[in-house]
């Protein structure tokens, strides 16, 4: 699904420039659930930014679901953003001006389909969320764990074969990020590829491949849960 | 994302703050209501001024006194004694008024004038008889109908002898004129005519607004002009004291005037659509920063920068010409109760409604298009780091 080769990425700042990512190289398989950890300040945000197209790199190669996107426009990337991946962030990100269906409907807008299906779809896959009686509620009338959950069928209602998550119980409690693990564990089984970025070892331990990085390099492989291996081609 | 989308998006991002979005589009509708009502009361105004002149005649001279020359009732014998060419000479005092009958009335420009106006050769009866010289003799409170105001007061019935209101005093009808048809302002089909004295009297005043001179030939006329020029120019020691110009002249410079005072109106309504404008930009910029992190999610999910850029602008835009919309419900209001309230004519335009919708588009287009861009250019990561 990912595979990357030294990819690189400097921040320009006062006094010279940042690298943010060293010569980065790996691979993770379709239908993993991967992590990526670190600590803050590891790169890993970084580095999820580049997975997902929203930053370009300064050097090194990425293929993405079997294409070379390593060169890939503004435009190019914001139609495989829609098409092929699915974002969850630490802190939501849900519109708020916007009902929950509204906001689950977001992507298939951008894919110009008609507003009574994707009005049906987005209503499905928030009923598979258990939220079907929420779903003309604005974010600030939900939970923690809702909004989370109401933002994972907005990253689901595309159906991209990539999940990318920022983080995705940073913002919940101990409890409630146990239930979106356990979501996303379940999405998992289902045959899609997640990606998971955080520094806890607890979120780590629940994925099949682990990427550890420090100081923008990727540390060699680790064993993940149940003794999976990512591949390190640095 | 389709264009239908795109509106839909840029309705609800004004819907979702409606009085914000009101108090911006102020400046667009009074803007645009602006422009509607000035251009109406300048044309109004123009209109008129421009009543009485036409369908005079081409030998008939006007002598018109400047701002603050007095110019009284003794003038008519004096253009007379020293201008042996003139034919006639009549005396007008301008004004207007509200004619009523029973419960219906109508505002109507009023000249005081003498039976030699019928002289000038511009009239024609349609029944009884103009002013005679013993309605000014013994002041007799007498009025001649334009075609129109006979028309309008009296449908087809004949009206001499009826009696209608008029500044206050009863008036006894006693003649109508047949109609001239529409010329470039208001003709005399829309007047009515009573005897200067009673005229003077009921308005308090000894002055007159104009001496019309009618010359037998266009070669008297221009002798005519030249010598009144010269005598008044001599006694009041400026030309522009009292102006001596034919029917053309004044209808010349009439025409020019009426422009220029439309356009100086028009212009200074479109001063404020312009503020109006600059108004939106100043809230499409906050709203742009205010919805970053709205920008980043979009861009995150599959908006290309094209898709936020034509977010903005239509938002601009059904700001604009919502606004443009309800400044034209305010004008039209306005040009009805500018009549009223100001008690001066308007003449409403529908190419003001035109200009004033292309111009609240343009405002919207200009304006908003560099807020669009500028939310177009955010990076989506520093979109979605954005805190707030």
């Known amino acids: 699904m990912i595979r990357v080769e030294h990819l690189t990425k400097d921040y320009p700042m006062a006094g010279g420039t940042v690298r943010a990512l060293h010569e980065v190289s790996f691979e993770i398989p379709t239908g993993s ?23 370009g790199p300064t050097a090194g190669r990425y293929w993405l679901n079997g294409r070379d996107v390593s060169d890939f426009g503004v435009v190019e990337w914001s139609r495989e953003r829609n098409r092929t991946i699915g974002f969850v962030f630490q802190a939501f990100n849900l519109l708020p001006s916007m009902s ?4 689950v409907e977001l992507p298939l ?43 994972i069928a907005r990253a689901l209602v595309g159906d991209p074969p990539l999940l990318l998550a920022d983080e995705p119980t940073g913002n919940l409690d101990a409890e409630t990020g146990q239930e979106i693990l356990d979501l996303l564990a379940a999405l998992h089984r289902q045959g899609r590829t997640i990606v998971i970025v955080t520094h806890s070892a607890e979120v780590a331990a629940r994925c099949e491949v682990v990427l550890q990085m420090r100081d ?19 | ?28 509708i009074i803007g645009v209501a602006a422009v509607i009502t000035l251009v109406a009361i300048g044309n109004g105004a123009s209109q008129a001024v421009a009543s009485r002149i036409e369908t005079l005649g081409t030998n008939v001279l006007f002598v018109t006194p400047g701002p603050g020359t007095p110019f009284t009732t003794r003038q008519v014998a004096y253009i007379r004694d020293n201008t042996p060419v003139a034919r006639v000479v009549v005396p007008l005092l301008n004004s207007g008024g509200q004619l009523s009958v029973g419960t219906s009335t109508l505002p109507a420009p009023v000249v005081g004038t003498t039976p030699g106006y019928q002289a000038l050769g511009a009239i024609h009866l349609a029944a009884g008889r ?12 007498a009025v001649v109908l334009g075609a129109n105001v006979s028309q309008a007061l009296f449908g087809a019935g004949n009206p001499v002898g009826a009696h209608v209101s008029l500044l206050g005093q009863r008036f006894t009808v006693v003649g109508v004129l047949q109609p001239v048809g529409q010329g470039p302002g208001v003709s005399q089909d829309n ?29 008297a006329a221009s002798q005519a002009q030249d010598l009144l020029t010269n005598l008044y120019t001599n006694r009041f020691g400026s030309a522009s004291s009292v102006t001596v110009a034919s029917e053309d002249q004044v209808l010349a410079t009439l025409s020019a005037t009426r422009a220029t005072f439309t356009n100086l109106l028009a212009g200074t309504a479109l001063i404020s659509l312009v503020v109006g404008g600059i108004g939106i930009m100043n809230i499409m910029l906050v709203s742009v920063t205010e919805r970053t992190r709205e920008i980043g999610v979009r861009r995150a999910v599959g908006a290309v920068p094209e898709d936020v850029v034509l977010q903005f602008l239509l938002e601009a835009m ?21 009549p009223l309230i100001l008690k001066t004519p308007a003449v409403f335009t529908p190419s003001a409604v035109v200009l004033a919708f292309v111009f609240s588009t343009l405002v919207g287009l200009v304006f908003g298009m560099y807020p669009a861009v500028k939310a177009s250019h955010l990076h989506p990561i520093d979109a979605l780091r954005h805190s707030g």
Not at chain 2, 8 to 26: Q, V, Y
């Open chain 1, 33 to 55: 659930l991967a992590a990526i950890m670190g600590q803050s300040g590891s790169g890993k945000t970084t580095l999820l930014n580049l997975l997902g197209g929203l930053d």
């Open chain 1, 100 to 103: 929950a269906l509204g906001n």
């Open chain 1, 109 to 151: 807008v951008y894919r110009r389909v008609a507003p009574r299906q994707r009005r049906q779809r987005a209503q499905a896959v928030l009923e598979t969320m258990g939220l079907a009686n929420r779903s003309h509620h604005r974010p600030t009338e939900l939970s923690g764990g809702q909004q989370q959950r109401v933002a």
């Open chain 1, 216 to 234: 923008g390099r990727m540390l060699p492989a680790t064993a993940g849960a149940d003794g999976g291996v990512a591949h390190d081609l640095g």
């Open chain 2, 1 to 28: 994302m389709t264009w239908a989308d795109s509106l839909r998006t840029a309705w609800a991002g004004m819907w979702s703050s409606k009085l914000r979005a009101l108090l911006t589009m102020l400046g667009v």
């Open chain 2, 130 to 141: 103009f002013l005679a010289p013993a309605d000014i003799t013994f002041n007799r409170d």
């Open chain 2, 191 to 219: 007047s009515v005519f009573i005897p200067l004295p009673v005229a003077q009297f009921l308005l308090s005043t000894q002055n007159l607004s104009a001496v019309l001179v009618g010359a037998s030939s266009p070669t």
């Open chain 2, 318 to 338: 059904v700001m604009s010409l919502t606004g443009g919309a309800l400044g034209v419900g305010v004008g039209l209001v306005l040009v009805h109760l500018a």
